[in-house]
């Protein structure tokens, strides 16, 4: 799955598809400087992004340090915020 036109191909959202793409990478190395990550492109730039998340980064700033079109930004905090949204689930009462 390394070409774009695969990726986009197997999913009907960006958010779908980014979430296959991402799991058959199969790496999720630890970003161990989140603004140099962002600043320089390299391959592992998407996790960086995520942890730029995590860490309470806005779309607006991380926009500003990598210059990736705010489409896409948007998109990939939608799915952070899912995350946090299903990690966090409150005790159901029966």
């Given amino acids: 799955m390394k070409s774009v036109g695969e990726v986009m191909s197997i999913g009907r959202t960006f958010e779908e598809t980014i979430q296959k793409a991402i799991y ?5 190395d ?3 400087n989140v603004d140099k990550e962002l600043v320089n492109p390299m391959d592992k730039r998407i996790f960086a992004i995520s942890t730029a998340f995590y860490h309470g980064y806005s779309v607006d700033k991380i926009w500003q340090m990598t210059n990736i079109d705010k489409w896409f930004l948007t998109k990939l905090e939608n799915i952070f915020n899912m995350e946090k949204r299903l ?3 409150p005790p159901r009462r029966f």
């Fill in 30 to 32: 630890f970003v161990e």
């Fill in 24 to 28: 058959a990478i199969n790496d999720q």
């Fill in 87 to 89: 990690s966090y689930a």
